[in-house]
Nanobody, 121 residues
Framework: QVQLVESGGGLVQAGGSLRLSCAAS????????MGWYRQAPGKQRELVAI???????DYAESVKGRFTVSRDNAKNTVYLQMNSLKPEDTAAYYC???????????????WGQGTQVTVSS
């Protein structure tokens, strides 16, 4: 059973910073990618940032220069450092991982339960 456990959300004033963490636990062979999506009320879930093995991180245009995604492979953990936060960054942030349970399995997508980030103006 694979679990993605997120932490680090909360309430912050505009211009402030938050750091999200997401740790993958359970039995799996490899992680192809880990990253973050977000969903604001009434909007579709959108990609924020993702690290795919062997590639440079990808970011949504709206967060480039403000957010930094990083990954600790030894801990199976992905981080999202969010600086210069804006009210429009308010959303539920979901951790995402693409991983393989065994060498015989195809890679599958897993989601965390989400952590709320609220930026006040």
């Amino acid at each position: 059973q694979v679990q993605l456990v997120e932490s680090g959300g909360g309430l912050v004033q505009a211009g402030g910073s938050l750091r999200l963490s997401c740790a993958a636990s359970g039995s799996f062979t490899s992680i192809n990618a880990m990253g973050w999506y977000r969903q604001a009320p009434g909007k579709q879930r959108e990609l924020v940032a993702i690290i795919t093995s062997g590639r440079s991180p990808d970011y949504a245009e709206s967060v480039k220069g403000r957010f930094t995604v990083s990954r600790d492979n030894a801990k199976n953990t992905v981080y999202l450092q969010m600086n210069s936060l804006k009210p429009e960054d308010t959303a539920a942030y979901y951790c995402n991982a693409v991983l393989r349970l065994s060498i015989w399995d195809l890679a599958k997508v897993y989601w965390g339960q989400g952590t709320q980030v609220t930026v006040s103006s």
